[in-house]
């Protein structure tokens, strides 16, 4: 088991460019998650899915796009980068059990840097 | 506004001493809590959770205790060891969404 994988590590990116953080899990979880974190903010949740074909607006959705087409996979994109977007980005999955996704425990990647200059 | 506060930023304890984690929520549909603890360079990690029907959960070292009244709960850690130096984030949960603090940093002194 892999668990939840998250790719890049790092990324720089300019003002303007559009890229996609990928996020893959191999445990079977009905729901995944995106969040960021920043200084002092802690995590935010930006968007989150309860299974294929269905996903949701967070706390913080402005300027990012999810789809979730397959169990396994739930990329995050960035149309078009601005340096608000600077912050560590981690993936979460969990299983579903009576409706309260995150009442289980959410199993999270090891983040992804991004830096917009 | 942020829903979930972590009003201590850091907190320094002896080794073998308890750690006492305090965290503050605003919003009274939140059913479910958790702790998570997170390691530079790691993902955040799934630590005890508590329902909102109980006031006090325990698993090992750790102990979390809920005040639904104060809207209030703590994450104590006895005894405290050199590998519990972390960030510690108290998170709530409505519906499918996960809410965060924004952390405390804990240091184990040997």
């Known amino acids: 088991n892999a668990g939840v994988t998250q790719t890049p590590k790092f990324q720089v990116l300019k003002t303007g460019q559009s890229m996609t953080l990928q996020c893959a899990q191999d445990?079977?979880?009905?729901?995944m998650s995106w969040y960021r974190q920043d200084p002092g903010m802690g995590l935010r949740l930006i968007h989150y899915s309860v299974g294929a074909g269905i996903t949701d607006q967070g706390e913080v959705p402005n300027g990012y796009n999810v789809s979730r087409s397959t169990t396994e996979d739930f990329p995050l994109r960035l149309l078009s980068a601005a340096p608000s977007q600077t912050s560590v980005y981690f993936c979460?999955?969990?299983?579903?059990?009576?409706?309260?996704?995150?009442?289980?425990?959410?199993?999270f990647g090891p983040g992804t840097r991004l830096t917009v200059l | 506004d942020q829903q979930v506060k972590q009003n201590s930023p850091s907190l320094s304890v002896q080794e073998g001493r308890i750690s006492i984690l305090n965290c503050d929520y605003t919003?009274?549909?939140?059913?479910?809590f958790l702790w998570y603890k997170k390691y530079p360079a790691e993902g955040p990690t799934f630590l005890i959770s508590?329902?909102?029907?109980?006031d006090k959960n325990e698993d090992g070292r750790f102990t979390v205790f809920l005040n639904k009244s104060a809207k209030h709960l703590s994450l104590h850690i006895v005894p405290s060891q050199p590998g519990d130096s972390a960030v510690y984030f108290c998170?709530?949960?409505?519906?499918?969404?996960?809410?965060f603090g924004a952390g405390t940093t804990v240091t184990v002194r040997a």
């Open positions: 979460a999955s969990s299983y579903l059990v009576g409706g309260l996704a995150a009442t289980n425990e959410q199993f």
């Open positions: 998170a709530a949960v409505d519906d499918y969404k996960l809410s």
């Open positions: 508590i329902s909102s029907i109980k």
């Open positions: 445990m079977n979880h009905e729901y």
């Open positions: 919003n009274s549909m939140f059913d479910y």
